[in-house]
């Protein structure tokens, strides 16, 4: 093999002068300079890649022990691991001798004008994680926020999917239910049902409360803890008004609802109780 000698001599013979001597130098001297600082910037990036894979899984492991969101899961997850991501390859390139400082202020100018364009979808992303860390509602709940109402199918770091009684989809931006209030009607075991009856005043009052009081008892999907209530309530224009009241569990709600005010309609009649509907008597006096 030739030397860099040889290669000179070469060149003579050729009539070309050719000096390998000192490009040769050059070559030695930038790979000696520089091969291990780049050996050392993938061994950096490598090692700092498997350690940031590592403490991804250990993070999402123990969040999902602590019955985490999925969605909370994910996102924790991919946060942490790009943002060890980027301090690795910063170090990386530091290691070769490039000057980082001029990168950082590229991209702190560049995150600035993200943030400013994207201000309301990372709105959303941080609703997200409020819904997601302080819980008021999770997947399979019955809520009204946002401007709907309805089961709860998804949580996302953007939206939350909410499907209504008629079996419709309402995606409703995050931010939009953290911004208001949320009611959450399964957060609790029970609930109760209310409905506003009226009778006749010629009506017995007593009897009506024992006939509402005996739909209650007879329904399969009330509960006795708390005690029902039938109570007067209010001396309407046509009628003595009640509130009928009773407790059931949350996931029976909607079809004791409907059950219960259809038997006090049937329980009143076959009491012969009449419902009246509101009336007008005019009176005409007849002049001379």
Same mark, same amino acid.
């Given at each position: 093999?030739?030397?860099?000698? !040889?290669?000179?001599?070469?060149?003579?013979?050729? @009539?070309?002068?050719?000096?390998?001597?000192?490009?040769?130098?050059?070559?030695?001297?930038?790979?000696?300079?520089?091969?291990?600082?780049?050996?050392?910037?993938?061994?950096?990036?490598?090692?700092?890649?498997?350690?940031?894979?590592?403490?991804?899984?250990?993070?999402?492991?123990?969040?999902?022990?602590?019955?985490?969101?999925?969605?909370?899961?994910?996102?924790?997850?991919?946060?942490?691991?790009? @943002?060890?991501?980027?301090?690795?390859?910063?170090?990386?390139?530091?290691?070769?001798?490039?000057?980082?400082?001029?990168?950082?202020?590229?991209?702190?100018?560049?995150?600035?004008?993200?943030?400013?364009?994207?201000?309301?979808?990372?709105?959303?992303?941080?609703?997200?994680?409020?819904?997601?860390?302080?819980?008021?509602?999770?997947?399979?709940?019955?809520?009204?926020a946002g401007g709907?109402?309805?089961?709860?199918?998804?949580?996302?770091?953007?939206?939350?999917?909410?499907?209504?009684?008629?079996?419709?989809?309402?995606?409703?931006?995050?931010?939009?239910?953290?911004?208001?209030?949320?009611?959450?009607?399964?957060?609790?075991? #029970?609930?109760?049902?209310?409905?506003?009856?009226?009778i006749g005043y010629?009506?017995?009052?007593?009897?009506?409360?024992? #006939?509402?009081?005996?739909?209650i008892e007879k329904?399969?999907?009330?509960?006795? !803890?708390?005690?029902?209530?039938?109570?007067?309530? !209010?001396?309407? !224009?046509?009628?003595?008004?009640?509130?009928?009241?009773?407790?059931?569990?949350?996931?029976?709600?909607?079809?004791?609802?409907?059950?219960?005010?259809?038997?006090?309609?049937?329980?009143?009649?076959?009491?012969?109780?009449?419902?009246?509907?509101?009336?007008?008597?005019?009176?005409?006096?007849?002049?001379?």
């Open positions: 093999m030739a030397d860099a000698t !040889d290669i000179n001599q070469m060149g003579e013979n050729l @009539g070309v002068s050719l000096d390998v001597n000192k490009y040769y130098d050059l070559a030695i001297q930038y790979g000696a300079e520089y091969g291990l600082k780049i050996i050392g910037a993938i061994i950096i990036f490598y090692v700092g890649k498997m350690v940031a894979n590592g403490l991804r899984t250990l993070i999402e492991k123990a969040l999902k022990h602590q019955n985490v969101e999925v969605t909370l899961i994910e996102f924790a997850g991919s946060a942490i691991y790009y @943002g060890l991501m980027a301090v690795v390859l910063l170090a990386a390139i530091s290691n070769i001798g490039i000057q980082t400082t001029s990168f950082m202020a590229i991209l702190g100018a560049a995150g600035l004008a993200i943030g400013l364009a994207l201000k309301d979808t990372l709105s959303n992303i941080g609703s997200a994680v409020v819904i997601l860390v302080f819980r008021p509602f999770k997947v399979g709940d019955y809520i009204n709907a109402e309805g089961v709860v199918d998804r949580i996302s770091l953007f939206t939350t999917t909410i499907s209504p009684v008629d079996n419709r989809m309402i995606i409703v931006p995050n931010s939009a239910i953290t911004a208001g209030n949320i009611t959450n009607f399964s957060s609790k075991a #029970v609930r109760r049902v209310d409905h506003a009856v009226g010629e009506e017995d009052i007593k009897k009506a409360k024992e #006939v509402m009081y005996g739909v329904s399969k999907h009330t509960i006795s !803890d708390p005690e029902p209530l039938v109570a007067v309530t !209010d001396l309407g !224009d046509s009628s003595v008004n009640f509130t009928v009241r009773a407790w059931v569990n949350s996931a029976d709600y909607w079809t004791a609802y409907f059950e219960i005010i259809e038997e006090v309609k049937y329980a009143l009649d076959e009491a012969g109780i009449s419902i009246p509907f509101p009336q007008m008597d005019v009176h005409m006096d007849k002049g001379e």
